[in-house]
């Protein structure tokens, strides 16, 4: 058995806790983690990836880091409304924070997770993604996106 690392916990931490509170409202939601496979799945979905990540020296001369990282929340709908309601939704779930979870595998499958604290989120910008195309020239799931990118931290110094 392995374990995730932080960065997948993350992931992982965000896709469970967005889909349980998804479904606790709504019925048709997909979220995902590979942005390749969202345009294979019916509308609406969110897909969920870590992308840029600072590693701040917790003290000057030290090696031990405090992880800041920049999770991207890529909304697709199938209507401008929609698309609104599920970013603004997502938006009052999270700005409390997110429990953190490190997860067990094996072979690729989650055997067990264990809590382990909550992802402080300090900033989510919220952005809406225009192709400055007609939307009836994009792909019906690039007419209605959104962006919400969010910089978390657990507040744990990293040895």
């Known amino acids: 058995m392995n374990t995730y690392n932080l960065s997948r916990n993350f992931e992982a931490s965000i896709i469970q806790y967005l889909e349980t509170e998804l479904t606790s409202s709504w019925s048709n ?10 345009y294979d799945l019916t509308l609406p979905v969110v897909c969920i ?17 405090i992880r800041n990282a920049e999770i991207m929340i890529d909304i697709f709908a199938t209507s ?9 939704f ?33 900033d989510i910008g919220d952005a809406p993604i225009n192709f400055d195309s007609p939307k009836d020239d994009l792909d019906k799931h690039d007419r209605y996106r959104h962006l919400l ?9 990293e040895e």
Do not use: W
Request: with cysteine; hydrophobic share 35%.
């Open 29 to 38: 939601i997909v979220v995902e983690k590979s942005f390749a496979r969202v």
């Open 49 to 65: 990836r870590c992308g840029v990540t600072d590693h701040v020296k917790a003290e000057i001369g030290e090696d031990a880091t």
């Open 80 to 88: 401008d409304g929609q698309k609104l309601d599920i970013k603004d």
């Open 90 to 122: 997502i938006v009052d779930k999270i700005k409390a924070g997110i429990p953190y979870y490190e997860y067990t595998i094996n072979n690729g499958t989650i055997q067990d997770k264990t809590l382990n604290g909550r992802m402080r989120v300090t």
């Open 149 to 157: 990118t969010l910089n978390i931290s657990l507040g744990k110094v």
